[in-house]
């Protein structure tokens, strides 16, 4: 059964990098057809998706985040890792790491991606505060 | 103000059914398969349905969804307690090119 954990500092300061790596158990990080992506969510609040990689490097990212986000994949490890730049008190949440089936949906208006999340890690919180 | 709308909040008696509504576009549900997430108190979210319909393994079939045009609806049969949690839709939209969700729906099981 496939593990995902979370890593990483749990305060970090006002305009510094936010840093986390995924560490994922059960199953080798390459394979096929699976992206891996952090998803966050703001104290009370929804779920925001931030971004998902290949293995292979292909990424995607939310842009509303993309000036700000990287997103890499560790092979060796069996990990990735989220990094988030120019932090505010607005980036506070819990942030999670999932994987995430990527496939393509055709409908009359063309082929899109498509995809959900599964399995998620448990989480971690991290604040921004100075 | 979430791309997709659910309604902040729902509630039925144990052992009775309840329907979670997502309502999107056609750049998003319309066209495009929907996803379902259970987040139970101070949990990760955990993946309900995929594919708009479909189960995944461990899943009891007193959870379904279903999708007709630009919405969505997740059913729940046989309430019970330990469904009381945030339910949350997710798609992707096709003209903002993001993965978006819709801003959860609490169950309350009186």
């Known amino acids: 059964q496939m593990h995902l954990q979370e890593s990483g500092p749990g305060l970090v300061k006002p305009s510094e990098t936010l840093s986390l790596s995924c560490t994922v158990s059960?199953?080798?990080?390459?394979?096929?057809?699976?992206?891996w992506g952090w998803i966050r969510q703001s104290p009370g609040k929804g779920l925001e998706w931030i971004g998902s990689m290949y293995y292979s490097g292909s990424t995607y990212y939310n842009p509303s985040l993309k000036s700000r986000v990287t997103i890499s994949v560790d092979r060796s490890k069996n990990q990735f890792s989220l990094k988030l730049s120019s932090v505010t008190a607005a980036d506070t949440a819990l942030f999670y790491c999932a994987r995430h089936a990527w496939s393509t949906y055709c409908s009359s208006t063309g082929c899109h991606p498509t995809g959900f999340f599964d399995p998620w890690g448990q989480g971690t919180l991290v604040t921004v505060s100075s | 103000q979430s791309v997709l709308t659910q309604p902040p909040s729902v509630s039925a008696a144990p052992g009775q059914k309840v329907t979670i509504s997502c309502s999107g576009s056609s750049s998003n549900i319309a066209n495009n398969y929907v996803s379902w997430y259970q987040q139970l108190p101070r949990t990760a979210p955990k993946l309900l349905i995929y594919e708009n319909n479909k189960r995944p393994s461990g899943i009891p079939d007193r959870f379904s969804g279903s999708k007709s045009g630009a919405s969505a609806t997740l059913g729940i049969t046989g309430l019970q307690t330990g469904d009381e949690a945030d339910y949350y839709c997710g798609t992707w939209d096709n003209s903002l090119s993001v993965v978006v969700f819709g801003g959860g729906t609490k169950l309350t099981v009186l």
């Open positions: 059960g199953g080798p990080i390459t394979s096929s057809g699976y992206y």
